[in-house]
């Protein structure tokens, strides 16, 4: 009899809402992954949807314990769950039901309030697998955690590579473009390139990142356009144009910032980034030119190098496009993820 498989993700209605408004858009990792498992998605618009019991706890408990009882009591044999946050408290629930199995995505492990209901005995012990992005969450599960060795994946994030392209009339590129909003340390980046004789444009948005916007109650460089609101054609446009695509971070142990990393890197533009404890293991040498992070010097340094030296920049670029085609598109992620699902 074969499994009857789950994914668990964020809020699908309002993502794929958005994107149906689009001319053209990037294929969706919990899209492609439901279609590889063959399996039932529910997400935070699910709830909404509920019962009486599934809006209360909604209200009251948060969307994340929400969810994990919506997939509780839908039923399932495997549980794909898209992040800890709702992996947690389906991992408690699944207690009731012995011989289901699951795994997830974790982020960051190391959160403090997570910490606590980490550490419950034998809380994954119907957990076949973890996946996570950087060498720091996998070692704090295997040597903190004390989970075992086989059940925890480091695997690398993903980009539809078959979007986000290089542009089809190449070119040394127009300015400095900064995306995201996930910890940007966007007041080191307007220190760094205030008056640098370049254009900079800044879109300090996400669909899933609910951090506050750092470029707020800033005082704005008259080189710096502030964008909201772009479209998924429109980033990638801004992406192909740019001479160069900065992503400054502050230094956290998750992998902030691999997306817009990695959306540059695709369309194999030269990338500066903050070496981030978290994103580190997102790079691949010579795929992008890293600094300190909060260092303005160093930042202002290496963008200058590199619209100086535009052979050194192609170079940079081709090697990032190199390096997602290696082992960061999204089939390939989809690939890792299905071949970690089997019972």
């Known amino acids: 009899m074969e499994n009857s498989y789950v994914l668990v993700t964020a809020d699908v209605d309002a993502v794929l809402g958005r994107l149906r408004g689009e001319s053209a858009s990037p294929r969706q990792d919990f899209v ?46 495997f549980y794909f769950v898209s992040a800890e946050n709702a992996a947690i408290p389906l991992a408690l629930l699944l207690k009731f039901r012995p011989h289901a199995r699951m795994a997830f995505i974790a982020h960051r492990l190391t959160a403090p309030k997570k910490r606590w209901l980490l550490r419950w005995p034998r809380l994954f012990s119907q957990t076949c697998r973890i996946f ?148 580190l293991d997102s790079l691949d040498f010579g795929a992008a030119v890293t600094v300190p992070c909060g260092d303005a010097v160093a930042l202002r340094e290496a963008v200058q190098r590199l619209l100086r030296n535009p052979e050194e920049a192609a170079t940079c670029g081709c090697a990032g496009r190199e390096s997602v085609l290696r082992q960061r598109t999204l089939d390939q992620f989809v690939a890792r993820i299905a071949e970690g699902c089997k019972p």
Not at 53 to 77: C, E, H, Q, V
Not at 148 to 170: G, N
Not at 204 to 219: C, E, G, Y
Request: charged share 20%; hydrophobic share 45%.
């Open 32 to 77: 492609e992954l439901a279609r590889a498992l063959d399996a039932e998605m529910l997400s935070f618009s699910d709830t909404a949807r509920g019962s009486l019991l599934t809006r209360f706890l909604a209200r009251t408990l948060g969307p994340a314990i929400s969810l994990a009882w919506l997939a509780f009591w839908k039923g399932g044999d």
């Open 132 to 279: 996570c992005y950087s060498r720091q969450q996998e070692s704090f599960a295997v040597k903190t955690l004390k989970l075992p060795a086989d059940k925890v994946l480091r695997i690398a994030f993903q980009v539809d590579e078959a979007f986000f392209t290089p542009s089809t009339h190449p070119q040394p590129g127009n300015g400095v473009v900064s995306v995201g909003r996930e910890l940007r340390d966007y007041p080191t980046l307007f220190q760094a390139l205030d008056n640098i004789g370049i254009s900079v444009t800044v879109v300090a948005s996400s669909p899933w990142s609910l951090r506050k916007d750092s470029t707020a109650a800033q005082v704005i460089p008259s080189n710096v356009t502030l964008r909201k609101g772009v479209s998924s054609a429109a980033l990638r446009e801004l992406y192909q144009q740019a001479a160069v695509v900065v992503v400054p971070l502050m230094n956290v142990d998750w992998p902030a910032g691999v997306t817009s990393l990695l959306e540059a890197q695709a369309c194999g533009r030269p990338v500066v980034i903050s070496a981030s404890g978290g994103i």
